[in-house]
């Protein structure tokens, strides 16, 4: 991976609802219907709009990825991914790899340049942080080297510690390009 890939990703500790870009990711269940951490607080700061164009899509299966508009965000879009449930199986980390590469096709099929992620399923889906931030870096990593009209990835984290590995692992890679 090269030292100008990873010059296009960046970390940074905050509100995800705050983010003025193309597309925000929303770690979200298979209903896309809301549910609590980073879920709920876009669906509230997107307001109704978003609820009842989430109520059209019919769900999403884990591991892939559906675009609507950001109506009450900064973010035009949110891109809604369901990430794995962790139960330490090889499949986990397939599906996970898939969120992001999913999100960031969506993200390219619809001409966005700029989108941030959360960390997708490390709160209550359970996944270790340590192992998700690599299948996280590396799975975006790849596809920026293929694809160079997405411009900047952020991921967005909310805790101390979520973006002290974030930042180790990033650097490490850095540093080994």
């Known amino acids: 991976m090269t030292a100008s890939v990873l010059d296009r990703i960046r970390v940074e500790q905050g509100d995800i609802t705050r983010l003025r870009v193309d597309a925000i990711v929303n770690a979200a269940n298979t209903s896309l219907l809301g549910g609590g951490g980073v879920d709920g607080a876009i669906h509230r700061a997107a307001g109704p709009e978003l609820l009842a164009e989430c109520r059209t899509l019919g769900g999403c299966p884990t591991g892939e990825a559906r675009i609507t508009k950001g109506y ?95 930042q180790d692992a990033l650097g490490s890679r850095r540093a080994s390009a």
């Open 72 to 166: 009450r965000l900064p973010a035009r879009h949110v891109i809604h991914t369901v990430g794995p449930v962790y139960s330490g199986r090889p499949a986990d980390a397939v599906k996970l790899a898939a969120c992001y590469r999913n999100s960031l096709q969506l993200a390219m099929d619809h001409d966005l340049r700029t989108i941030a992620f959360p960390a997708i399923s490390c709160g209550v889906y359970g996944y270790p942080v340590e192992k998700a931030v690599a299948i996280a870096l590396d799975t975006t990593a790849t596809f920026l080297a293929d694809h160079d009209r997405i411009e900047e990835v952020i991921f967005v984290v909310f805790s101390p510690h979520h973006l002290s590995v974030y």
